[in-house]
């Protein structure tokens, strides 16, 4: 590698460490002190840093807010990537769930921005949201397979997995607000979304066990 590329990679590094502590002092200032607290002076008061620092990283208040967004993604498509994948698709299909609303829960912060328009005014962009759907691409590539395996009806992979993403959302929502004491809702309105799309002949073969 040599000196000068050993140094470059050290500073890749260090500039990813300081980012993301950057982006976790706005997650959790954003899950405790609300909205009000993202101010630029407040996060690098907090992760100690200069403000200069922050406005190199992400260019304005926007561009750390959408950088948050995004990284709140990234999180989630790490926990669905850290499931260990099953011989039988639809095994590994349900094991996704779980891991789902485990990453939903994990970071409050992060999932207010993502799904609760925590900052007001903030949109975002059209990048941001095809790189956020992308995080969940592992669920169109197991709903594949098991389509192809017979156990999902022939479908595009992708509205079944809107379908699963939609009822797993609605769930957490209500249980974020505190109407939900546990997971079982979770649980029935997303095993009940994938058997909407059983194939006729796996209708109870490929239910759950419960």
Sequence with gaps: MGL???YALG?????DELRTRLLDVASELLATAGPESLTVRRIATEAGCSTTVIYTMFGSKEGL????????FERVRRRLAAVPPRSDPFEYLTALGPAYREAALADPGYYSLMFEQAIPGF????????LARAALNILDRVIADC???GYLVPTQPRK???????AAQ??????RAGHLPDDKTYDTVTTATICCFLAPRNTQA???QS
Aim: hydrophobic letters at 45%.
């Design 170 to 175: 609605g769930a957490l929502s209500l249980e």
């Design 206 to 208: 490929a239910r759950p």
């Design 65 to 72: 807010a959408e950088a948050l967004y995004l990284e709140g």
């Design 123 to 130: 949109v975002p962009s059209e990048r941001a949201r095809t």
């Design 160 to 166: 079944i997995a809107d379908a699963l993403w939609a």
């Design 147 to 149: 389509i192809s395996a």
């Design 4 to 6: 000068q590329g050993a």
């Design 11 to 15: 500073q890749r590094s260090s500039n």
